[in-house]
Every structure is written in structure tokens, then in C-alpha cells.
């Protein structure tokens, strides 16, 4: 088993940054795809980012592109997603979601439903 623990989120103002980590425990991630979704008030869960356990396949919703970078450290077993130029539909929180996949080192997935572990999120809000 997989244990997921995002940090980092808080209140920022339209415009500013904000840096979110993905601490796993429980089983090394280095072989794991990994993501962020999001989930904003009265909506649907949606994709944010996410990147392959090797390779450079990282894929980012077009929302988010050229603002979000996701990124990993597997010595420290850890994700991250910098945010920045956020915005006020930014507001949501940000879920850290894991799948394994050694043998599809270079893949990557956009459902919810196909991620098997899940942190239990940490609030993003963006005043304007």
C-alpha cells in the first residue's frame, strides 16, 4: 500500500505562487506514474498534471500549461506541482494520485478512475 500526503496549499492572491508536495510512504513511488487532480467548489474532480516514473511523456491540462510544473524526487519519494500566475479559478482542492507502472515506464494517465492511491488533499484558494 500506498500512502499520499500533500502540503503546501493555503490562501495566495491572484498572481502569486504557491508550491504543493506529494510525501509517500509505505512503498517507493520510483516506479510509479504519478498526477495532480483538482476538485473546485461544485465541480467535478478534474486532471491537473501528471508525469511518467521514467521518461519525459508529462502532460499538463490546458488550463494549467505554461503556469504548473510538476515534478518528482524519488530519493525523497516525493511529487511536487508549482503553481504559478495563479488565478481565481485556481481555487480547488489538489489531490496527489499514484498508479504503479513498471512496465509502461513512460506512460501516463488522465482519469481519475485509473489511479490507485490518493492523498486527502490540501485547499488551494486564490483570492482576486
Known amino acids: 500500500q500506498v500512502q499520499l500526503v500533500e502540503s503546501g496549499g493555503g490562501l495566495v492572491q491572484a498572481g502569486g505562487s504557491l508550491g504543493l508536495s506529494c510525501a509517500a510512504s509505505?512503498?517507493?513511488?520510483?516506479?510509479?506514474?504519478m498526477a495532480w487532480f483538482r476538485q473546485g467548489p461544485g465541480k467535478e474532480r478534474e486532471f491537473v498534471a501528471a508525469l511518467p516514473w521514467r521518461g519525459y511523456n508529462i502532460h499538463y491540462a490546458d488550463s494549467v500549461k505554461g503556469r504548473f510544473t510538476i515534478s518528482r524526487d524519488n530519493a525523497k519519494n516525493t511529487v511536487y506541482l508549482q503553481m504559478n500566475s495563479l488565478k481565481p479559478e485556481d481555487t480547488a482542492v489538489y489531490y496527489c494520485?499514484?498508479?504503479?507502472?513498471?512496465?509502461?515506464?513512460?506512460?501516463?494517465?488522465?482519469?481519475?478512475?485509473?489511479?490507485?492511491?490518493w492523498g486527502q488533499g490540501t485547499q488551494v484558494t486564490v483570492s482576486s
Open positions: 509505505g512503498r517507493l513511488i520510483s516506479s510509479y506514474a
Open positions: 494520485a499514484a498508479r504503479p507502472a513498471l512496465n509502461q515506464y513512460n506512460s501516463i494517465w488522465f482519469r481519475d478512475s485509473e489511479y490507485d492511491y
